[in-house]
């Protein structure tokens, strides 16, 4: 069956720092993948989408990369504040639009 | 602009009633998602509209969950004989097609049951 896998311990990082966060998918192909970030009590927003021919995608301070060889994404956030603070949930999404969702990680940036 | 609403915002019930959640997609958009989560967990999928039909209906967990929608506007998700494990956040998003790769979210339905 399909899997997505995200860090599931909390990654706390200091403000200035880069935080990189993984998501492994296993038994699929995805189209494409997303990350979306979500905060306590609110429903998720989408951040960035990067396709599975395009290795490197970038917004400001995100970067997100995809490995479709490795089945694998990262999402990294540089010179990381405390509003980053949130648990960002990646979802590879297959050519009908079909969103699976990982669990997410969640992400404490301290001052 | 306005985004996708839901409502109730949180819903506590006594196991066996039926609850109805309401959600009020972005104008215009065709696409309309539910989604389930629990506490800690992922989204899962239940159910994807395009215009008032549902072409996907495999997340629905069980023949006492059911959702329409009217139009390309308002969907009802009904859980009927409501179960303790059915309580979970209730989230609906929308999009302007299927194809339109992004969801806008809402803030979620907070379900309760006792």
């Known amino acids: 069956s399909q899997k997505i896998e995200q860090n599931s311990e909390a990654l706390n990082i200091q403000e200035g720092k880069t935080a990189t966060l993984t998501c492994n998918y296993t038994n699929y192909s995805p189209a494409y993948l997303q990350w979306y970030r979500q905060d306590p009590g609110r429903g998720p927003v989408f951040l960035l989408l990067?396709?599975?021919?395009?290795k490197e995608k970038r917004k400001e301070r995100l970067k997100v990369t995809f490995d479709t060889t490795l089945k694998q994404s990262l999402f990294h956030i540089t010179a990381s504040q405390p509003a980053d603070s949130a648990t960002y949930l990646c979802?590879?999404?297959?050519?009908?639009?079909?969103?699976?969702f990982g669990a997410g990680t969640q992400v404490v940036v301290t001052p | 602009g306005a985004g996708v609403s839901q409502s109730p915002s949180n819903k506590v019930t006594e196991k066996g009633k039926d609850v109805e959640l309401r959600c009020d997609p972005i104008?215009?958009?065709?696409?309309l998602y539910w989604y389930r989560q629990r506490l800690g967990q992922g989204l899962e999928f239940l159910i994807y509209?395009?215009?008032?039909?549902?072409?996907?209906k495999s997340g629905l967990p069980s023949d006492r969950f059911s959702a329409e929608r009217t139009g390309e506007s308002v969907s009802t998700l009904t859980i009927q004989r409501t179960q303790q494990e059915d309580s979970a956040v209730y989230l609906c998003?929308?999009?302007?097609?299927?194809?339109?790769?992004?969801?806008?979210f809402g803030p979620g339905t907070r379900l309760l049951v006792l």
């Open positions: 990067i396709r599975e021919n395009e």
């Open positions: 998003a929308s999009s302007p097609d299927r194809y339109q790769e992004t969801q806008y």
């Open positions: 979802a590879p999404t297959d050519s009908w639009g079909k969103l699976q």
């Open positions: 104008s215009g958009h065709t696409a």
């Open positions: 509209f395009q215009g008032n039909s549902a072409p996907d």
